[in-house]
């Protein structure tokens, strides 16, 4: 079942434009994750809100979280070239008795030099 | 370098010739988890372990198995591999089974069976 939903599906910018990737989700979380994936290589962990944080800040990253909206969004300030990659959300959800951390479809952003 | 290590990167085999890819990581990590990921499909978990010896399915389970029988490995076994099972698949480590911490992830097996 998809818990979280990244809108837009693709995003393409200019290098020095700022990125903003959105999160939906259905249930009620502990925590939402962002992680980043270069073309075919593994994801990696970038931020992690807690429910009980609203803005969460790391280098050029910046992560809200709006639980009564149950959203997300990341934004990216200052993109570069190199910022090209996919970007996931995950959020756990109970399914069967026991929780598990399930991914978004990922938004794929383009950073044109 | 703290890390999550899969081996092989890449393998090509023949349908019905049992296979497995190893997993291990350096961090002490309590929960580990195979995903694959497929296009237009996303990450999709096939099992996972909350420690030792403590093991489940995930979303995908069928044609899979895995052990934990050390905490630092977890190696992901296809007894008779077919080629739907052609994806490239990711090991993943967490501190703790709550997940309450991110996931590292080891780069990845692409496979393919013919």
């Known amino acids: 079942s998809q818990q979280g939903e990244e809108d837009p599906q693709a995003l393409s910018i200019q290098e020095g434009e700022n990125a903003t990737m959105n999160c939906s989700y259905k249930t009620s979380i502990n925590n939402l994750q962002w992680y980043r994936q270069n073309s075919g290589r593994g994801l990696v962990h970038l931020i992690l809100i807690r429910s009980n944080e609203r803005e969460k800040h790391s280098g050029r990253l910046r992560v809200t979280l709006d639980t009564s909206k149950k959203s997300s969004s990341l934004l990216i300030t200052a993109s570069r070239a190199a910022d090209t990659a996919s970007y996931f959300c995950a959020t756990v959800i109970t399914q069967g008795g026991s929780e598990k951390l399930v991914f978004g479809k990922g938004t794929k952003l383009t950073v044109n030099p | 370098e703290a890390q999550v290590t899969q081996n092989p990167r890449y393998l090509i085999t023949v349908t019905g010739k049992k296979l497995t890819v190893t997993c291990s990581q350096n961090m002490n990590h309590e929960y580990m988890s195979w995903y694959r990921q497929d296009p237009g499909l996303g990450l999709r978990q096939i099992y996972y372990?909350?420690?030792?010896?403590?093991?489940d399915k995930g979303d995908v389970p069928e044609g899979y198995k895995v052990s934990r029988k050390e905490k630092r490995n977890f190696p992901l076994i296809l007894e008779s591999p077919s080629p739907n099972q052609t994806s490239l698949y990711f090991c993943?480590?967490?501190?703790?089974?709550?997940?309450?911490?991110?996931?590292?992830f080891g780069s990845g097996t692409r496979l393919t069976v013919v």
């Open positions: 372990s909350m420690n030792v010896e403590v093991t």
């Open positions: 993943a480590s967490s501190l703790s089974w709550d997940r309450r911490y991110g996931y590292t």
